[in-house]
Nanobody, 123 residues
Framework: QVQLVESGGDLVQAGGSLRLSCAAS????????MGWYRQAPGKQRELVAS???????NYADSVKGRFTISMDNAKNTVYLQMNSLKPEDTDAYYC?????????????????WGQGTQVTVSS
C-alpha cells in the first residue's frame, strides 16, 4: 500500500499564499507522477497541477502564473506553492500519485489518493 500524508491547508485572506505538501511512503518501486486535485461539494474533482518524476509539469488554466508545483524525488514529496489566492480557490485539495509496483514478471502502475486538506480563501 501507499500512504500519502498531506499538510498545509488553512484559512487565508484573498491575495495571500499557502504551501501544500504531500509525502508518499510505501514499498513501491518508483513514482511516475504526483499531483494535486481539488473538489468542491457536489462537483467533480479537477486537476490543479501535476508533475512527473522527470520534472514535467501541467497546470489548470485557472492557476497558471499563480501556483507552482515541485517535487523532491529523494523524499517522495510534492509541494504546491499557491500565491495570489482567490476566493474561488476555496476547495478540498487532494494529493494523487501514480506509482510502479514490481510483480512477478511485470511492472504495474496504480493510482493513490490522500485524504484531502481544506483550503479556504476569504474575500
Amino acid at each position: 500500500q501507499v500512504q500519502l500524508v498531506e499538510s498545509g491547508g488553512d484559512l487565508v485572506q484573498a491575495g495571500g499564499s499557502l504551501r501544500l505538501s504531500c509525502a508518499a511512503s510505501g514499498s513501491f518501486f518508483s513514482i511516475n507522477t504526483m499531483g494535486w486535485y481539488r473538489q468542491a461539494p457536489g462537483k467533480q474533482r479537477e486537476l490543479v497541477a501535476s508533475i512527473t518524476s522527470g520534472g514535467s509539469t501541467n497546470y489548470a488554466d485557472s492557476v497558471k502564473g499563480r501556483f507552482t508545483i515541485s517535487m523532491d524525488n529523494a523524499k517522495n514529496t510534492v509541494y504546491l506553492q499557491m500565491n495570489s489566492l482567490k476566493p474561488e480557490d476555496t476547495d478540498a485539495y487532494y494529493c494523487n500519485t501514480n506509482v510502479n509496483w514490481i510483480v512477478p514478471g511485470t511492472m504495474r502502475r496504480y493510482d493513490y489518493w490522500g485524504q484531502g486538506t481544506q483550503v479556504t480563501v476569504s474575500s
